[in-house]
T-cell receptor, first 112, second 117 residues
Framework: GQNIDQPTEMTATEGAIVQINCTYQ??????LFWYQQHAGEAPTFLSY????GLEEKGRFSSFLSRSKGYSYLLLKELQMKDSASYLC?????????????FGTGTRLLVSP | DAGVIQSPRHEVTEMGQEVTLRCKPI?????LFWYRQTMMRGLELLIY????????DSGMPEDRFSAKMPNASFSTLKIQPSEPRDSAVYFC???????????????FGPGTRLTVT
């Protein structure tokens, strides 16, 4: 199976930069996803990494190191609306190309 | 597109009753997923379908849970009989192979908040 670890909670200040880490263990790694979930709402897709390196998309960037089983989501110029849970999810070719296993999520609180 | 549609949005029922949750995927998507989310266990995949056929139901907790997809635009998740430990938010999601890349992004519905008393 897969083990996915993320910090439970993080706090940061508006305008700052925050890095949310995710470590995973899986035998047939085939992609890592980050989703954002506001309280009481559905998860929405943020980013996808399958090769090592940094993927940048506006204020959000996601990094992957397959050899270390490690990813992070970097949020720049934090805004109050970024307060949400951030879910890391891994795909394993041994369990199906469509199946995602999610971590329990990191709840981020952005304060003024 | 209206996105993934789920009903009801909230359901409160008594232990032992049958509960049916409904989902309409995004038109043209050929994968449909049912997830359950709780504080303790996070977001867990229960079952997923491809072209209306169940592919992997290894996440279904027990025989009290069943899911069907009679056609490409409708799926149900049924719990019979329901128990208090089934209280959770149930999400339906759909996806389709992308034209480029391999992301296979999943689009989630708004969820059904189930409370079993």
């Amino acid at each position: 199976g897969q083990n996915i670890d993320q910090p439970t909670e993080m706090t940061a200040t508006e305008g700052a930069i925050v890095q949310i880490n995710c470590t995973y263990q899986t035998s047939g790694f085939n992609g890592l996803f980050w989703y954002q979930q506001h309280a009481g709402e559905a998860p929405t897709f943020l980013s996808y990494n399958v090769l090592d390196g940094l993927e940048e998309k506006g204020r959000f960037s996601s990094f992957l190191s397959r050899s270390k089983g490690y990813s992070y989501l970097l949020l720049k110029e934090l805004q109050m609306k970024d307060s949400a849970s951030y879910l890391c999810a891994v795909r394993d070719r041994n369990t199906g190309f469509q199946k995602l296993v999610f971590g329990t999520g990191t709840r981020l609180l952005v304060s003024p | 597109d209206a996105g993934v549609i789920q009903s009801p949005r909230h359901e409160v029922t008594e232990m032992g009753q049958e509960v049916t949750l409904r989902c309409k995927p995004i038109s043209g998507h050929d994968y449909l997923f049912w997830y359950r989310q709780t504080m303790m266990r996070g977001l867990e995949l229960l079952i997923y379908f491809n072209n209306n056929v169940p592919i992997d139901d290894s996440g279904m907790p027990e025989d009290r849970f069943s899911a069907k997809m009679p056609n490409a635009s409708f799926s149900t998740l049924k719990i019979q009989p329901s128990e208090p430990r089934d209280s959770a938010v149930y999400f339906c999601a759909s996806s389709s192979p992308p034209e480029r890349g391999l992301a296979y992004e999943q689009y989630f519905g708004p969820g059904t908040r189930l409370t079993v008393t």
